[in-house]
């Protein structure tokens, strides 16, 4: 079946880096977008970066551009975001999600069938 998995979060001060990664299984890796996701306390669950299935076409949002960066391991099944400069506002937990249609761009806006258990990501001093 189905399975995302991610890890590396952690305690961070802000100015600091942080690299979570999603190991999947389950599925054709490279037939997928992929995305990361993450929901504050008392906030909504938001998209922060999402990857096209090839790893050509990566989208962002807006707070975290020029500081997140998404990538992926087509052979290694696994998709990594890459977070410099954190703030305190960054705080949350992260989630790996796939897209459900298989081969499509979908810029940030995902149609999600699949979720990892989330990854905890604390900004501060």
């Known amino acids: 079946q189905v399975q995302l998995v991610e890890s590396g979060g952690g305690l961070v001060q802000p100015g600091g880096s942080l690299r979570v990664s999603c190991a999947a299984s389950g599925f054709t890796f490279d037939d997928y977008a992929m995305g990361w996701f993450r929901q504050a306390p008392g906030k909504e669950r938001e998209p922060v970066a999402t990857i096209s299935w090839t790893g050509r076409r990566t989208y962002y949002k807006d707070s975290v551009k020029g500081r997140f960066t998404i990538s992926r391991d087509n052979a290694k099944n696994t998709v990594y975001l890459q977070m410099l400069m954190l703030k305190p506002e960054d705080t949350a937990i992260y989630y790996c999600?796939?897209?459900?249609?298989?081969?499509?761009?979908?810029?940030?806006?995902?149609?999600?069938?699949?979720w990892g258990q989330g990854t905890q990501v604390t900004v501060s001093s």
């Open positions: 999600a796939r897209e459900k249609r298989a081969n499509v761009v979908t810029g940030l806006q995902m149609l999600i069938d699949y």
